[in-house]
């Protein structure tokens, strides 16, 4: 069974920075897309950012410009570099990895915790 291993979150403090990490526990074959999600408390989990194998990528609109993912299809793994933190983005951030569907994914990580202190 693969496995997803985030790590980098933490407590940072608001307009400052983070970098998560993931990675799988072994190779996933035909891997077509890795992506970040968060949640906060009593929310529905919401999207971050996506990139595809082909490098391509997608951003929830209030992260554009502030974060940008990034990845090794070969490695499977992938990051986030968060800038600019503010007190709302503080959440439960998850990898996930092989998109099903839209929101479907067949391998999630056990989340990291990001707090922004104001």
């Known amino acids: 069974q693969v496995q997803l291993v985030e790590s980098g979150g933490g407590l940072v403090q608001a307009g400052g920075s983070l970098r998560l990490s993931c990675a799988a526990s072994?190779?996933?074959?035909?891997?077509?897309?890795m992506g970040w999600y968060r949640q906060t408390p009593g929310k529905q989990r919401e999207l971050v950012a996506i990139i595809g194998r082909d490098g391509s990528t997608n951003y929830a609109d209030s992260m554009k410009g502030r974060f940008a993912i990034s990845g090794d299809n070969a490695k499977n793994t992938v990051y986030l570099q968060m800038t600019s933190l503010k007190p709302e983005d503080t959440a439960v951030y998850y990898c996930?990895?092989?998109?099903?569907?839209?929101?479907?994914?067949?391998?999630w990580g056990q989340g990291t915790q990001v707090t922004v202190s104001s």
């Open positions: 072994r190779i996933i074959f035909g891997l077509n897309a």
């Open positions: 996930c990895a092989d998109r099903r569907s839209i929101s479907d994914w067949g391998y």
